[in-house]
Nanobody, 119 residues
Framework: QVQLVESGGGLVQAGGSLRLSCAAS????????MGWYRQAPGNQRELVADITSGGSINYADSVKGRFTISRDNAKNTVYLQMNSLKPEDTAVYYC?????????????WGQGTQVTVSS
């Protein structure tokens, strides 16, 4: 069983920065694809950024140039550095892990952390 614990959310003014962290346990972290998703009220959950075990990175168009995803395999942690935050970035941010076991991909979610950007 994989457990994901997010931290780092909060309230920030537009133009500010936050760094989210997600600590993972219960699997071989370096083999996991990790990602950050977000869900605003009334909206579907959407991908923000993800990073494969090999380090390939993908960003949503809305955050390119402002957000940076990274991972520290020694600490079993994935980060999301968010700069130049906008009110439309306000959402609950969720950490996601995709664990491949014998050709089956298992997906796990953290509990979410609230990010609120005031104008």
């Amino acid at each position: 069983q994989v457990q994901l614990v997010e931290s780092g959310g909060g309230l920030v003014q537009a133009g500010g920065s936050l760094r989210l962290s997600c600590a993972a346990s219960g699997s071989i972290f370096r083999r996991n694809a990790m990602g950050w998703y977000r869900q605003a009220p009334g909206n579907q959950r959407e991908l923000v950024a993800d990073i494969t075990s090999g380090g390939s990175i993908n960003y949503a168009d809305s955050v390119k140039g402002r957000f940076t995803i990274s991972r520290d395999n020694a600490k079993n942690t994935v980060y999301l550095q968010m700069n130049s935050l906008k009110p439309e970035d306000t959402a609950v941010y969720y950490c996601n892990a995709k664990v491949s076991i014998y050709s089956t991909i298992y997906e796990y979610w953290g509990q979410g952390t609230q990010v609120t950007v005031s104008s």
